[in-house]
Nanobody, 117 residues
Framework: QVQLVESGGGLVQSGGSLRLSCAASGSIFSPIVMGWYRQAPGKQRELVARMSSGGTINYVDSVKGRFTIYRDNAKNTVFLQMNSLKSENTAVYYC???????????WGQGTQVTVST
């Protein structure tokens, strides 16, 4: 089993910044991919960014240049630095962990990010 604990969400004004953190514990078997998804009200969950153990990174186009994902592999922790936040970034953000040695992905409990205009 894998447990994911997220932190760092909150309320921020448009143009502001937040940093999300997600710490994984339990049965961690490399290589793993860790990332962030989000779900806004009435919308489907979508990938925001993900990063492999080897450093390969993917971003959704709408956050490129504003969000940065990075990892502390020694601590099995992934971060999402979000700058220049916009109201459309308001959503519940979920941490995700997956890998070749897992039958399924694991999800965190979600953290609310609200960007006010």
């Amino acid at each position: 089993q894998v447990q994911l604990v997220e932190s760092g969400g909150g309320l921020v004004q448009s143009g502001g910044s937040l940093r999300l953190s997600c710490a994984a514990s339990g049965s961690i078997f490399s290589p793993i991919v860790m990332g962030w998804y989000r779900q806004a009200p009435g919308k489907q969950r979508e990938l925001v960014a993900r990063m492999s153990s080897g450093g390969t990174i993917n971003y959704v186009d709408s956050v490129k240049g504003r969000f940065t994902i990075y990892r502390d592999n020694a601590k099995n922790t992934v971060f999402l630095q979000m700058n220049s936040l916009k109201s459309e970034n308001t959503a519940v953000y979920y941490c995700d962990l997956g890998g070749l040695r897992y039958a399924r992905d694991y999800w965190g409990q979600g953290t609310q990010v609200t960007v006010s205009t």
